[in-house]
């Protein structure tokens, strides 16, 4: 077990604080809140303390950089891309998702800058969950299905085996031998399985060692998983609902942690003072660059 010397380093407070990614030539860390109300992204600055907030039309599940310039934001039942400013925003057209019994939730880009991301019912009582791998094309393809609750997804440094999270009931991370070349998956398996644990996993993200790093919601901690499934570290965090975790700074060596207020009882705010607040440590270790969305 791990307690790190966490911090506190944004004093927006979150509904649901999800999808954090650190945006290199900015500088900043962005995120999403994901309650009913407000519809927000957020953008912290390290350098100078500041944190900005943008008030979106719908809400969203999460962001990716964009090659060509600024972001993609998945909305629950679009994808849009911003233009000059966060707030400016186009539609992108896109084919193949069932938004009538789907959302979309969380995604990763793999290393031929294509988008991966996952859905789940929108009543969350059925396996209606899918995940897309969406290019240029704008066409979604779904790669695999049968999923309750959609949530992180992150490939290996090499880029030859894909993570992915299915929060509920239970909770499992599973995995895939993956071909970058073809966009193809195979070999899947269950890479860890959260029943009898206190916490099911949620947001992922790789370090350079090839590490999983997972936000255990429900069990304020955070998980470090070995390839081979091994739990390499435990780190204890100062809120029971983690969200989600990214590497920023300029050598990628902190660890972002997005965390919410939704499902903390009311008496048990006043031990959680951080709770839906956006926290980081250093780990000792480094995070990868992430790609970034070729369309």
């Known amino acids: 077990m791990n307690t790190p010397d966490t911090r506190c380093v944004s004093d927006a407070v979150a509904e649901i604080a999800e999808g954090p990614v650190w945006i290199a030539r900015e500088n900043a860390l962005y995120w999403v809140d994901v309650g009913l109300e407000p519809k927000l992204l957020l953008r912290y600055s390290p350098a100078t303390g500041r944190t900005d907030t943008w008030q979106l039309p719908y809400r969203a599940s999460g962001l990716r950089e964009r090659a060509a310039g600024g972001l993609l934001i998945h909305f629950q039942r679009a994808l849009a891309v911003t233009g000059a400013g966060p707030d400016e925003l186009t539609d992108l057209p896109l084919q193949g998702v069932d938004f009538d019994h789907q959302r979309f939730n969380d995604s990763a880009v793999d290393p031929k800058g294509r988008l991966w991301i996952g859905t789940y019912d929108r009543a969350l009582k059925q396996p209606l969950g899918e995940l897309y791998r969406i290019d240029g094309s704008l066409k979604a393809v779904s790669v695999d299905r049968g999923f309750m609750m959609s949530n992180g997804i992150a490939f290996s440094p090499d880029g030859r085996t894909l993570y992915y999270t299915d929060t509920r009931p239970v909770g499992r991370i599973l995995a895939w031998d993956y071909d970058c070349d073809t966009g193809a998956v195979s070999r899947r398996r269950v890479f860890m399985d959260f029943a009898g644990r206190a916490g099911r996993p949620d947001g992922c993200t790789m370090d350079a060692e090839g590490m999983l790093w997972v936000a255990e919601i429900g069990a304020s901690q955070l998980l470090r998983l070995a390839p081979d499934g091994r739990i390499e570290r435990t780190v204890r965090l100062p809120v029971s609902r983690p969200t989600s975790v990214a590497f920023g700074g300029a050598d990628l060596r902190t660890l972002y942690v997005t965390s919410m207020t939704f499902g903390v009882e009311p008496q ?28």
């Open 268 to 295: 048990d705010r006043s031990n959680q003072p951080w709770a839906g607040c956006l926290l980081a440590f250093e780990p000792g270790v480094s995070g990868l660059p992430l790609p970034a969305v070729n369309f």
